[in-house]
């Protein structure tokens, strides 16, 4: 990856130009390698944050992210993209505390945030984002990535 990245520096023009996103939007999404997030959202670097975990899920991090991307560069839209045949969806919570004990020796300190559907972990998702007292997002936007597809559905 690294000798990519050399050989794409020589020929990158430099993302020098406002930290601020130029559409004004945030994007919380999935980490799922499937989902190339700019692509299927028609971006291009400056354009919006970025902001990815698994699930998709709103953490207290994800808060911290959009409140800084809000009150510091000013972004008011908020698109969260889940997606079908998720790795969360189904999963289970305890078994996955199990592992990470057995492997590192204690219980995680999180929880994993499985869901059991998907539209309604998206529905939830809006939901916390807006009524975080930290956060001005003037519009926030629910939707899944269906995988197969590649086709995008709002959901709220």
């Known amino acids: 990856m690294l000798e990519t990245n050399a050989a794409w520096a020589e020929q990158a023009p430099g993302l020098g130009g406002?930290?601020?996103?130029?559409?004004?939007?945030?994007?919380?999404?999935?980490?799922?390698?499937?989902?190339?997030?700019?692509?299927?959202?028609?971006?291009?670097?400056?354009e919006a944050h970025v902001i990815r975990n698994a699930g998709g899920v709103v953490t207290d991090d994800v808060l911290r992210s959009?409140?800084?991307?809000?009150?510091?560069?000013?972004?008011?839209?908020?698109?969260?993209?889940?997606?079908?045949?998720?790795?969360?969806?189904?999963?289970?919570?305890?078994?996955f505390a199990d592992q990470v004990e057995q492997a590192a020796g204690q219980r995680p300190p999180w929880p994993m945030r499985a869901f059991a559907d998907v539209d309604d972990d998206v529905r939830e998702s809006v939901r916390l984002v807006r009524e975080s007292p930290y956060l001005l997002a003037a519009e926030v936007r629910g939707t899944v990535y269906d995988v197969d597809s590649g086709r995008l559905r709002t959901v709220v």
């Open 18 to 46: 406002p930290a601020r996103p130029s559409r004004g939007t945030a994007v919380v999404a999935c980490m799922d390698a499937r989902m190339d997030v700019y692509r299927l959202l028609g971006l291009v670097p400056g």
């Open 66 to 95: 959009l409140a800084i991307s809000q009150h510091v560069l000013g972004t008011r839209e908020v698109v969260l993209v889940h997606h079908t045949r998720c790795g969360l969806a189904g999963a289970d919570e305890a078994a």
